[in-house]
């Protein structure tokens, strides 16, 4: 009997041993075959796993080939193709969990976002059967997890409304593990993106004091990925270019104020398209050196910004520009983002910043100008700006600038300028060289009806800019600038600028102008600078158009009324010497002034000078009776005039209580004082144009004498004149 119950117990022993190993056999296959059929009630998802297997002597969990399906249970929302979880057994009987390692080889996710909803929204979703609370607190959970590693990841983001993808590849993260009663974590993350780029960091956390610590290392991340971003708030079509960084940031988990990032920033290749796709902007390479950005503190340090060869678009059309058209009126396609509370901890300073060295090279600025009926575009080019500290002068910047103007123009400035003041305090300088004036024809024709024959444009300023004060010495150099004659079209403004040209050129055709400006007053601020200078040069050719005699008369220091009109008598052909000499002072200005021609319009009240010439005639015949020299000046009193004519024609009697020049005309004779006045006028103006093409040399085609008094002319007097006009001519 003993032997029997022996054998028993010995048979038992082994059964239990083999059921329970046929039950640890079998025991992940059942929960794989469990967990696949019944997925789709446990986590509403369908799911299919290759295998999981469990090795009991070293504590692995092996499961492999696993995919979570999207909701129509046909498209992988998630994958990988191994998850290995390590466990160590002994610890377990110390109340401890040790994980000696986690890896997850080639993960593989899709998160596709609909508006405000993701594809994995349902999983996440909160369930609404309560759960009553634990208050009875317990010992904490004592874990070690060590070496976490996911390998060879793959993550896809699609953002469903706008159409665009991002995918993450060679995704690897590597945790060297985590303690329950550990203040500090560390992981290294590194992926590609499959449009083109890399990023690498690492990435440290204190939980004691809630600070983290972020060491990113950015390569070469392609910015066709925040293309459809971007164009949600600009109208664009296409943006490039690749961007490299090498940041520390450090922070508050609990805090967002408590930021603090420092590195270097690159970017290469960058081009901005408009709609059209015209490139708007576009540079080889932009370099920024951030020493410090401390949002607890409002602090802002730039190092340096390096900006290699930018070239911009500036086109002005129905009275906006490109730029401005460039801004959507409202953003549009902006996902929803929760609400972040405001950090009480921020500090209500202004915020502190530097100016950096900027360094612009081979710079290109495209001007172009659709408003105007005709086509205009400019090219400044080889473009240079450096702009940095003056390290003696607190606060104020030293600024230099040059540039190639439209291939044959130069234009050049420096200057500093004080920036806790800039709109108020700076010394500048601005030079431009050769500028070819046909450059800007377009304008010439829109506005004035001239179009630009020719001429070249030198100008210096020099200026000192102060609270409500300014000093500015200008000087405007122009030679050979010459425009052709008006266009029958309507413009916007009616100026004779041909006129003005030729008033201020001389000989050579240089018009040289000096121009000093000094102003105090509201107006006087940085923003107005150019067009207080421009106004006041600009007044000076308006000027020249519009008065050209006393421009003219201030130019040559001569009195303005001797260049106003040539005035004559009716007893003289020649002017007497104040005459004469406006006659010499006109000739010399012509001779000054090729681009001028002279118009001296011959003006008389025909009506007073015939009622004159009949009281000169009827005084001579007087004279003569009473054996006087006619020649002689003697006024002679109206009523012994006309007792003299009574007494010869005595049937004029009637007229005598009239008025005594109608008298006197008759007893002349008015068609004899007509053709009298006729001749005197063809002798004033034959000895005119003899004075100036004889005795004076000039040629005929520089002045006219012009017989017929305009009906804008209404002479008022009986002695005859010349009134004085300079117009555009000679060589224009």
């Given at each position: 009997?003993?032997?029997?119950?022996?054998?028993?117990?010995?048979?038992?022993?082994?059964?239990?041993?083999?059921?329970?190993?046929?039950?640890?056999?079998?025991?992940?296959?059942?929960?794989?075959?469990?967990?696949?059929?019944?997925?789709?009630?446990?986590?509403?998802?369908?799911?299919?796993?290759?295998?999981?297997?469990?090795?009991?002597?070293?504590?692995?969990?092996?499961?492999?080939?696993?995919?979570?399906?999207?909701?129509?249970?046909?498209?992988?929302?998630?994958?990988?193709?191994?998850?290995?979880?390590?466990?160590?057994?002994?610890?377990?009987?110390?109340?401890?969990?040790?994980?000696?390692?986690?890896?997850?080889?080639?993960?593989?996710?899709?998160?596709?976002?609909?508006?405000?909803?993701?594809?994995?929204?349902?999983?996440?979703?909160?369930?609404?059967?309560?759960?009553?609370?634990?208050?009875?607190?317990?010992?904490?959970?004592?874990?070690?997890?060590?070496?976490?590693?996911?390998?060879?990841?793959?993550?896809?983001?699609?953002?469903?409304?706008?159409?665009?993808?991002?995918?993450?590849?060679?995704?690897?993260?590597?945790?060297?593990?985590?303690?329950?009663?550990?203040?500090?974590?560390?992981?290294?993350?590194?992926?590609?993106?499959?449009?083109?780029?890399?990023?690498?960091?690492?990435?440290?956390?204190?939980?004691?004091?809630?600070?983290?610590?972020?060491?990113?290392?950015?390569?070469?991340?392609?910015?066709?990925?925040?293309?459809?971003?971007?164009?949600?708030?600009?109208?664009?079509?296409?943006?490039?270019?690749?961007?490299?960084?090498?940041?520390?940031?450090?922070?508050?988990?609990?805090?967002?104020?408590?930021?603090?990032?420092?590195?270097?920033?690159?970017?290469?290749?960058?081009?901005?398209?408009?709609?059209?796709?015209?490139?708007?902007?576009?540079?080889?390479?932009?370099?920024?050196?951030?020493?410090?950005?401390?949002?607890?503190?409002?602090?802002?340090?730039?190092?340096?910004?390096?900006?290699?060869?930018?070239?911009?678009?500036?086109?002005?059309?129905?009275?906006?520009?490109?730029?401005?058209?460039?801004?959507?009126?409202?953003?549009?396609?902006?996902?929803?983002?929760?609400?972040?509370?405001?950090?009480?901890?921020?500090?209500?300073?202004?915020?502190?910043?530097?100016?950096?060295?900027?360094?612009?090279?081979?710079?290109?600025?495209?001007?172009?100008?659709?408003?105007l009926k005709y086509p205009f575009s400019y090219t400044i080019d080889s473009l240079k700006?450096?702009?940095?500290?003056?390290?003696?002068?607190?606060?104020?910047?030293?600024?230099?600038?040059?540039?190639?103007?439209?291939?044959?123009?130069?234009?050049?400035?420096?200057?500093?300028?004080?920036?806790?003041?800039?709109?108020?305090?700076?010394?500048?300088?601005?030079?431009?060289?050769?500028?070819?004036?046909?450059?800007?024809?377009?304008?010439?024709?829109?506005?004035?009806?001239?179009?630009?024959?020719?001429?070249?444009?030198?100008?210096?300023?020099?200026?000192?800019?102060?609270?409500?004060?300014?000093?500015?010495?200008?000087?405007?150099?122009?030679?050979r600038f010459n425009l052709d004659k008006k266009l029958p079209e309507k413009t916007d403004?009616?100026?004779?600028?041909?006129?003005?040209?030729?008033?201020?050129?001389?000989?050579?055709?240089?018009?040289?102008?000096?121009?000093?400006?000094?102003?105090?007053?509201?107006?006087?601020?940085?923003?107005?600078?150019?067009?207080?200078?421009?106004?006041?040069?600009?007044?000076?050719?308006?000027?020249?158009?519009?008065?050209?005699?006393?421009?003219?008369?201030?130019?040559?220091?001569?009195?303005?009324?001797?260049?106003?009109?040539?005035?004559?008598?009716?007893?003289?052909?020649?002017?007497?010497?104040?005459?004469?000499?406006?006659?010499?002072?006109?000739?010399?200005?012509?001779?000054?002034?090729?681009?001028?021609?002279?118009?001296?319009?011959?003006?008389?009240?025909?009506?007073?000078?015939?009622?004159?010439?009949?009281?000169?005639?009827?005084?001579?015949?007087?004279?003569?009776?009473?054996?006087?020299?006619?020649?002689?000046?003697?006024?002679?009193?109206?009523?012994?005039?006309?007792?003299?004519?009574?007494?010869?024609?005595?049937?004029?009697?009637?007229?005598?209580?009239?008025?005594?020049?109608?008298?006197?005309?008759?007893?002349?004779?008015?068609?004899?004082?007509?053709?009298?006045?006729?001749?005197?006028?063809?002798?004033?103006?034959?000895?005119?144009?003899?004075?100036?093409?004889?005795?004076?040399?000039?040629?005929?085609?520089?002045?006219?004498?012009?017989?017929?008094?305009?009906?804008?002319?209404?002479?008022?007097?009986?002695?005859?004149?010349?009134?004085?006009?300079?117009?555009?001519?000679?060589?224009?």
């Amino acid at each position: 009997m003993k032997n029997k119950s022996f054998k028993k117990r010995h048979l038992i022993i082994p059964g239990i041993i083999l059921f329970i190993a046929i039950i640890l056999f079998a025991a992940p296959r059942i929960a794989k075959t469990y967990f696949v059929k019944h997925s789709q009630e446990l986590i509403g998802r369908k799911v299919a796993i290759g295998k999981i297997r469990i090795n009991y002597f070293t504590g692995t969990l092996r499961i492999t080939d696993l995919k979570l399906f999207e909701t129509d249970g046909a498209t992988a929302f998630a994958s990988f193709r191994q998850l290995k979880v390590n466990l160590d057994y002994l610890p377990l009987f110390r109340n401890e969990f040790v994980v000696r390692y986690i890896s997850l080889d080639d993960p593989y996710v899709q998160v596709l976002q609909d508006g405000s909803r993701f594809n994995f929204s349902d999983l996440i979703e909160a369930d609404s059967a309560t759960s009553e609370k634990d208050t009875i607190p317990g010992e904490p959970t004592k874990y070690i997890i060590n070496n976490i590693r996911i390998s060879r990841g793959f993550v896809k983001y699609q953002d469903i409304p706008l159409n665009h993808t991002i995918s993450l590849d060679s995704l690897d993260l590597q945790i060297p593990g985590f303690t329950w009663n550990s203040d500090t974590a560390n992981l290294d993350v590194g992926f590609n993106f499959v449009e083109g780029g890399g990023i690498r960091s690492g990435f440290s956390v204190n939980q004691a004091d809630s600070t983290y610590s972020i060491n990113l290392k950015i390569d070469s991340l392609n910015l066709e990925i925040i293309e459809p971003y971007v164009a949600g708030n600009l109208n664009i079509s296409d943006i490039k270019g690749y961007y490299s960084g090498d940041l520390m940031i450090k922070g508050s988990i609990t805090s967002v104020i408590q930021l603090f990032v420092k590195g270097e920033n690159h970017i290469s290749g960058f081009l901005l398209n408009d709609t059209l796709n015209r490139t708007i902007l576009s540079f080889s390479d932009l370099d920024i050196g951030l020493d410090t950005f401390d949002l607890s503190r409002s602090l802002l340090r730039i190092n340096n910004v390096k900006l290699k060869n930018p070239q911009v678009l500036f086109e002005l059309k129905d009275s906006v520009n490109n730029w401005t058209a460039l801004m959507k009126s409202s953003a549009t396609g902006q996902a929803d983002s929760p609400a972040q509370p405001a950090d009480t901890a921020a500090s209500g300073s202004e915020f502190s910043y530097n100016i950096p060295h900027v360094e612009l090279t081979g710079g290109t600025i495209l001007l172009s100008d659709k408003n105007l009926k005709y086509p205009f575009s400019y090219t400044i080019d080889s473009l240079k700006l450096d702009l940095s500290e003056i390290p003696e002068s607190k606060d104020r910047i030293a600024v230099k600038l040059s540039a190639l103007l439209n291939k044959t123009g130069t234009i050049s400035t420096e200057g500093s300028i004080n920036m806790a003041d800039p709109s108020n305090d700076l010394d500048i300088s601005l030079e431009i060289k050769q500028f070819r004036m046909a450059d800007v024809d377009a304008y010439f024709r829109h506005y004035f009806g001239f179009p630009v024959k020719g001429g070249l444009m030198n100008f210096s300023t020099a200026n000192t800019l102060r609270p409500r004060s300014l000093e500015s010495t200008n000087h405007i150099y122009f030679r050979r600038f010459n425009l052709d004659k008006k266009l029958p079209e309507k413009t916007d403004y009616n100026v004779p600028l041909r006129l003005a040209i030729g008033i201020l050129s001389d000989k050579d055709g240089i018009i040289d102008l000096k121009a000093p400006v000094k102003m105090k007053g509201d107006e006087v601020k940085i923003i107005n600078l150019g067009r207080i200078i421009f106004r006041v040069i600009g007044n000076l050719f308006v000027k020249a158009a519009l008065s050209p005699l006393n421009l003219i008369s201030q130019l040559q220091g001569v009195d303005e009324e001797s260049l106003k009109q040539i005035q004559l008598d009716l007893t003289n052909e020649s002017p007497d010497g104040k005459g004469l000499k406006s006659l010499d002072i006109l000739s010399d200005i012509l001779n000054k002034k090729p681009l001028l021609n002279l118009d001296l319009i011959y003006c008389i009240n025909r009506e007073k000078a015939i009622d004159s010439l009949g009281y000169i005639y009827t005084r001579n015949d007087f004279l003569r009776s009473t054996g006087t020299n006619v020649s002689s000046d003697k006024k002679i009193s109206d009523s012994i005039l006309v007792r003299f004519v009574l007494g010869r024609n005595p049937a004029d009697s009637s007229l005598a209580s009239g008025n005594a020049g109608v008298l006197f005309v008759k007893y002349a004779g008015t068609e004899k004082l007509n053709v009298r006045l006729d001749s005197l006028m063809k002798r004033q103006t034959g000895f005119i144009i003899n004075y100036l093409g004889a005795e004076r040399a000039l040629p005929s085609n520089r002045f006219r004498i012009i017989e017929t008094t305009p009906d804008s002319i209404r002479p008022v007097s009986a002695a005859p004149s010349f009134r004085i006009y300079l117009t555009e001519g000679g060589g224009q």
